[in-house]
C-alpha cells in the first residue's frame, strides 16, 4: 500500500478551502446585490399621480351686480366659472354640469340650481349676465320662500367634469338687507311764498 506524503495531503484540503472559499466569495455579492436591489425596490418611491380634481377650475365670479365681494347687500349673484384643463381654459370645457347650492350660517340649504352650461348663474341667466336675486323684491326671502337670516352664507360650486369625479369649491359672503333710509328722499321746497330762501319775513311757508 502506498502511502501520500503528508504535505500533499494538507495541500489537496487548502486547495478545497481555496475552492470553497472562492465559491462563498462569489455567491454573497451576488446575494448581497439581489437583496439590495429587491430593499432598494420595496423603498422607491413611485411617481405620485396628479390627482384628477387638481385640473378642474373654479373661479367665483360674481356675488354682487359687478362684483365679487365678501358682503352682500339686498342683491345676490352668484356666479362661477368653471372648466376642466385636460380639455381646454374656456369657461365649461370638459365640464357637464354645475350644481349652484347655497347654505347659511348651520349649513343649512336654502337654494340650489344646477347649471348645464357656462356661465354657471344660481338665479339663472348668465348669456351674458345672470339674473340678480333681489331679496327687496320677494318680501326678503329665497326663491323656495323662506325667510333670510342675515349674516354668513356658503355659496357652494358642486363641479362634475366630463371625465372623473365631483370637484367642490366653497365660498363665504356675508348677506345684509338695507333698512331703506338711503332710498329716502326729502328736500326743502318752500320756506316763504315763492321760494326757498333761509330769510324770511313776515310770512311763512
Not at 448581497?32 to 367665483?60: H, R
Given at each position: ?144 320662500g323662506e325667510p333670510l337670516n342675515e349674516g354668513e352664507h356658503t355659496l357652494r360650486a358642486r363641479v362634475q367634469p366630463e371625465n372623473g369625479p365631483p370637484v367642490m369649491q366653497d365660498f363665504t359672503v356675508d348677506i ?30
Open positions: 500500500m502506498s502511502v501520500q506524503p503528508f504535505g500533499n495531503g494538507v495541500q489537496a484540503v487548502f486547495r478545497s478551502l481555496i475552492a470553497a472559499l472562492a465559491l462563498v466569495i462569489g455567491v454573497v455579492p451576488a446575494l448581497s446585490a439581489t437583496s439590495g436591489s429587491a430593499i432598494a425596490s420595496s423603498f422607491t418611491q413611485q411617481p405620485a399621480q396628479l390627482d384628477a380634481q387638481d385640473d378642474v377650475v373654479i373661479e367665483l365670479m360674481q356675488t354682487g351686480v359687478g362684483d365679487d365681494s365678501d358682503v352682500v347687500e339686498d342683491v345676490l349673484v352668484f356666479r362661477v366659472r368653471a372648466f376642466d384643463l385636460d380639455e381646454g381654459d374656456d369657461d365649461g370645457d370638459g365640464i357637464d354640469f354645475v350644481d349652484m347650492i347655497i347654505l347659511d350660517a348651520d349649513e343649512d340649504e336654502v337654494y340650489r340650481k344646477r347649471e348645464n352650461n357656462p356661465g354657471y348663474c344660481a338665479f339663472g341667466g348668465g348669456a351674458p349676465n345672470c339674473s340678480a336675486w333681489d331679496f327687496g323684491d320677494h318680501d326678503d326671502s329665497w326663491p323656495n345684509f338687507l338695507s333698512d331703506g333710509s338711503d332710498d329716502l328722499v326729502i328736500e326743502l321746497m318752500q320756506t316763504g311764498v315763492g321760494d326757498d330762501s333761509d330769510v324770511v319775513e313776515d310770512v311763512l311757508v
